[in-house]
């Protein structure tokens, strides 16, 4: 199973809003087997730790990482079994 999870969250005061909630993550990244697909302004949501550690952790890993129309904006795919580990 790909999943694409779409956390589009965008503010110029790096709220998270409802993505705060990390059941909400939890599903997202554990439902995925074979490739996950993140789309998410890491600008934005890099305020919030867990968010962050995430972001730090694709671009650690190698991940696909597309810059898209602003800089602060990026699409990471990692393999399932890199975030199991």
């Known amino acids: 199973t790909a999943i694409v999870l779409d956390a589009v969250r965008s503010n110029p005061d790096a709220q998270v809003g409802f993505l705060a909630d990390y ?10 087997k074979r490739k996950l ?3 998410a302004d890491s ?9 962050d550690v995430l ?4 671009a650690s890993a190698g ?3 597309i810059e898209g129309e602003a800089a602060s904006r ?3 795919s990692l393999p399932c079994a890199d975030l199991l580990e």
Request: hydrophobic share 50%; no cysteine.
């Open 23 to 32: 059941r909400r993550l939890n599903v997202g990244l554990t439902r995925a």
């Open 74 to 76: 990026s699409v990471y």
């Open 63 to 65: 991940s696909a990482g």
């Open 37 to 39: 697909v993140l789309v």
């Open 55 to 58: 972001f730090t952790f694709a």
């Open 43 to 51: 600008a934005t949501l890099s305020s919030d730790p867990l968010w």
